[in-house]
C-alpha cells in the first residue's frame, strides 16, 4: 500500500486569509519500504500584491505503530526564484521550529500525528493573462517511509498595492561602490579586514522602498555579495545573500534601521535577527565571547547631500556550524557597504 493524500479546499476568500490542506499518510504494507514521489496536494492563492497571504498544510501520520521521520520541508530547487513563496514554520505536538531560509529540518511525526506547515505567498508585481506564480514544496520522509511528498503552490495577484515592488515609484536605488569585511575573533593576531573587488564580488544593486518615514529592504533589493574564505575551507567562497524581505523599519533624515533581517551565506550559514543601520552597532563578548578585545564597533555614515551613505551590519559566530570553527566561532563578521544612490 501506498499513499493517499486527502486535500480540503474550502475555498475561502481573501479576507479569510488561510487554507486548510490535510495530507493523510497511509501506513506501508507490512514487510516493505514504502516509497513516495510526485505530487499528492495543491493550493491556490490569490491575493494583491506586496499583500502577504497565508494557508495551512497539515500532514498526518496514520501510521498508529511507528513515527515517521520528515528530514525536511523546503521548495523544490529552482521553482521559487522571486520568493514569492516562503515557509514560516512547522508545528508538531504544539512545539514549533521557524523557518530558516524557507527550510525546516528533522521533524519527528509521531503515529497518529499531525505537522502543521506554515507557508505564505507575498509576490511584488501582479500577474496578467494566463500568468501563475509557481513552485512546489517537499516534505522529505527518511525513515520508515521513503521519499519526496510534494504539495502544488499556485500564486495570482490580479491587482497592487500602490508603490508595490522593488520598480515601483517609491524604490531608492543605490549603486555598491565599495565593501569592507572584518572577521574578530581573539585567537586570530589581528581583525582580518578584507577590501572586496565590487567589480567581481558584487551582483546587482541595492534598493530599498520608501514610503514617508518607513522602509523595507527587499531580498531583490539586496545585491548578492560573494566574500572569498581561506585555503583549505570546505568552501572556496561565501555568497551573501537575503533571502526574505526585512521587516518594516525606518529611513529618516537620511538614517537607516532596519531590524530583524536574516542573512544567508551560500545556505551554510545563516544568521537571524541581525541590524542593518547607516548608525553604529557594538558586539561584546556577551554576545560574542571571542570577539577580540571584548568588543567591536561598526559605524555606517547616514546619507549625505552626494547621495553616498555606508550600511553596516554585524554577527556575533555562536550558531551552527560556524561556531565551532577555530578562529571563527565566537567571533564577529560584520561588514560595511559604500552605497551612492543613482
Known sequence: MGYEAIVKHPFVKLASWFLTSTLLLVAGCAGEAPQVSGIVAKASFETVACQPQEKTLKVRNNNADEPQRVQG???????NPDKYFKVIDVTVNNKTKSAVNDLVEEIQLPPGGVM??????????VTTGDEVHKTYLDVVLN?????????????TAPTALEGCGADSANAQEFDVIAVKTTLSHKDLPANVVSDLDVATAVVGTFK??????????????WPTITFPLPAGSPISELEITLPDDSPEGTFIAGELVLEG????????????????????????????PNVA??????????????????????????????????????GVFGMEVKLKKK
Request: no cysteine.
Open 73 to 79: 520541508v523546503l521548495f523544490e530547487l529552482g521553482t
Open 261 to 288: 533581517l536574516t542573512f544567508s551565506g551560500s545556505n551554510v550559514v545563516n544568521l537571524s535577527d541581525l541590524t542593518l543601520t547607516t548608525g553604529s552597532l557594538t558586539i561584546t563578548s556577551e554576545q560574542a
Open 143 to 155: 525513515g520508515p517511509k521513503l521519499g519526496v511528498m510534494q504539495i502544488e503552490l499556485d500564486g
Open 293 to 330: 578585545g571584548g568588543t567591536i564597533t561598526f559605524t555606517g555614515s547616514a546619507l549625505n547631500d552626494a547621495g553616498e551613505m555606508t550600511v553596516v551590519i554585524a554577527a556575533p559566530l555562536t550558531k551552527p556550524p560556524v561556531d565551532t570553527v577555530a578562529q571563527v566561532g565566537g
Open 208 to 221: 530599498l522602498n520608501v514610503d514617508g518615514d518607513k522602509a523595507v529592504l527587499p531580498s531583490t533589493g
Open 116 to 125: 502543521t506547515v506554515k507557508v505564505q505567498y507575498n509576490p511584488k508585481k
